[in-house]
């Protein structure tokens, strides 16, 4: 299928719009001054995402910034540094700091003229509102992804559309979908021969490219 097939694009905002890992960086640095030794950023967001695939069982209980607070404990004690939970708050409240990528806004203003864009990732209630304003999206079509939304026949029928309408646009060839996949790697050295995409992406501005360049065919 060409790029021009999709009527929606399902997109990961935390690996595709927002540079989550320097928002993370960032936020653990009054922490990481307390560390004797230098550590890289690769190692401590190894470290960091690490923590959080422990916590995902939780995800229902402590909710987002809950989880966050609990990762920034956890990599302290991981460290041999203390915390206080003031600390792991304001680490956890800093998800509201995370930079866009510089060509994501650009692209969705591009792609919004083509797509139902529809944007999936975790976030608690109380933080949703401010979100889809800074993303310029309604809060019926920022998802979660524990909802499923492309196996959900409900959904689907009520937002008239189909799995195979649908382009999920993410950073992770682990996910699945149900419909088209654009894998997005950013700065990224693995080989693409081995990531099961329908599509291949450098950053958002490239896939407004390739939907120019599907145009024209």
């Not at 083509?114 to 800074?134: K, T």
């Not at 799995?163 to 996949?181: F, I, M, Y």
Request: hydrophobic share 35%; charged share 25%; aromatic share 10%.
């Amino acid at each position: 299928m060409e790029l021009t097939d999709y009527r929606a694009l399902l997109i990961d905002c935390d690996e595709v719009l927002f540079d989550r890992n320097s928002g993370i960086w960032t936020a653990l640095q009054p922490m990481l001054q307390s560390y004797p030794d230098t550590l890289s950023r690769e190692e401590v967001l190894a470290d960091y995402d690490e923590v959080i695939r422990g916590l995902n069982p939780l995800f229902s209980k402590l909710g987002f910034s809950g989880l966050q607070c609990f990762a920034h404990r956890q990599l302290a004690e991981r460290l041999g540094l203390e915390t206080t939970w003031e600390e792991d708050m304001r680490f956890a409240r800093s998800v509201s700091d995370w930079s866009l990528y510089e060509d994501a806004p650009g692209a969705m203003l591009y792609l919004r003229k083509f797509y139902r864009l529809l944007i999936y990732g975790d976030r608690d209630n109380a933080d949703r509102e401010a979100f889809c304003e800074r993303l310029g999206i309604t809060s019926e079509d920022f998802l979660s992804p524990t909802s499923q939304p492309l196996e959900d026949r409900a959904w689907l029928l009520a937002n008239d559309l189909e799995p195979k309408d649908v382009l999920l646009v993410c950073g992770s060839a682990e996910l699945s979908s149900a419909g088209g996949l654009c894998l997005i790697q950013r700065g990224c050295g693995e080989p693409r021969s081995t990531s099961p995409a329908d599509f291949y992406i450098d950053s958002m501005a490239d896939l407004v490219t390739q939907h120019q360049q599907s145009l024209r065919r």
